[in-house]
């Protein structure tokens, strides 16, 4: 039995209809849920929902009964993670889980970054989960490439990107072809203590990003290269919160400093083809 927790969200999500793309049973397959009222696409696909909570140890150990290979996508909340995380990983020991697999980050440096507040949570966890002796693979993802809409702004195609991640690159990943990896790590044997790169063979900057879009929507759409006291600014000017605004800027400095930008991908290994192209994938968000 495998149990996908963040089940309801959209990693989690995709990662479930990889598995049941791939011919996994539904009844083979358990979601860690916290709200049951999110499940029912889950329910609908015939999955066991399992209700637990990464702050409730108890819930936790319930939930990862009878598991065999457990995905542990990191948590969304922003207090107490390592906390959360360790608790999945204990009460996973504690039932005798035979794998866990941590959907981490791939990035240059933990100590030189500008998202520290991000990134050093999946650091620690490793570290952890390495310390308990328990058979893991860590999937270090890239960012989403889903996550490119968000950064550039609204009204792209008529407005520009708007986003201070100055000349630096990305090997964007879809969420789907991600979660697609991870189905395949948990069906296939050879991933025992593995980490992976889950990252595209290309990166790109935002300007050939913009130079993408353009191509796309038949105009130029402009990279306008604001720098982060400008962004930080104008996005609170438009009623987005200091706090927000100043998270996403992490992101965009953290991308022109090429934090994410290697020279190593697992991704088309693990797929047994190569990664859709950038292209091919701002095509879907934006060619309609
Ligand atoms: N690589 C990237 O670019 C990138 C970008 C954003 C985030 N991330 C990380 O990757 C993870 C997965 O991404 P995503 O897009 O699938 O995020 P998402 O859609 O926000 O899903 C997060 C999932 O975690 C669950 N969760 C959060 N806190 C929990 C708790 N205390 N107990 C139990 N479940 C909890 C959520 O449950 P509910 O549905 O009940 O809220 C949801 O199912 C995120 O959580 C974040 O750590 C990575």
Redo the contacts with the bound molecule.
């Keep these: 039995m495998i149990l996908i927790?963040?089940?309801?969200?959209?990693?989690?999500y995709a990662t479930i209809e990889s598995l049941i793309s791939k011919g996994i049973p539904a009844n083979e397959i358990a979601a860690?849920?916290?709200?049951e009222k999110?499940a029912s696409n889950l329910i609908n696909l015939g999955i066991e929902i399992r209700i637990?909570?990464?702050?409730d140890y108890n819930s936790l150990i319930n939930a990862s009964r009878g598991i065999e290979r457990l995905l542990l996508?990191?948590?969304?909340?922003m207090v107490d993670r390592l906390i959360?995380h360790k608790n999945v990983i204990n009460a996973a020991k504690e039932n005798d889980v035979k794998h866990i697999i941590y959907?981490g980050?791939d990035i240059k440096s933990f100590e030189r970054t500008a998202i520290p507040h991000v990134s050093q949570i999946h650091k620690d966890t490793a570290d952890y989960l390495k310390g308990t002796g328990m058979t893991y693979t860590l999937l270090n993802?890239?960012?989403?490439a889903d996550?490119i809409a968000l950064f550039s702004g609204d009204n792209v195609l008529e407005s520009g990107i708007f986003f201070p991640a100055g000349t630096g690159k990305n090997p964007f990943v879809s969420?789907k072809e991600m979660g697609e990896a991870a189905a395949v790590v948990l069906t296939t044997t050879g991933h025992e203590n593995k980490e992976y790169a889950i990252t595209a063979n290309t990166a790109h900057s935002f300007s050939e990003i913009a130079e993408i879009l353009s191509d796309i929507a038949g105009k130029e759409v402009k990279y306008l290269q604001p720098d982060v006291d400008t962004y930080i600014k104008e996005l609170t000017k438009a009623g987005i919160p200091k706090e927000s605004a100043s998270f996403l800027a992490g992101f965009g400095t953290a991308i022109g400093q090429n934090e994410f930008d290697t020279d190593r991908s697992d991704l088309e290994i693990l797929l047994g083809r190569k990664p859709m192209e950038l292209r091919e994938f701002l095509s879907s968000i934006y060619g309609k």
């Design positions: 927790t963040g089940a309801t969200g959209q990693l989690g860690l849920v916290r709200d999110k637990g909570h990464y702050n996508i990191s948590s969304s909340e959360q959907t980050i993802n890239t960012l989403y996550l969420r």
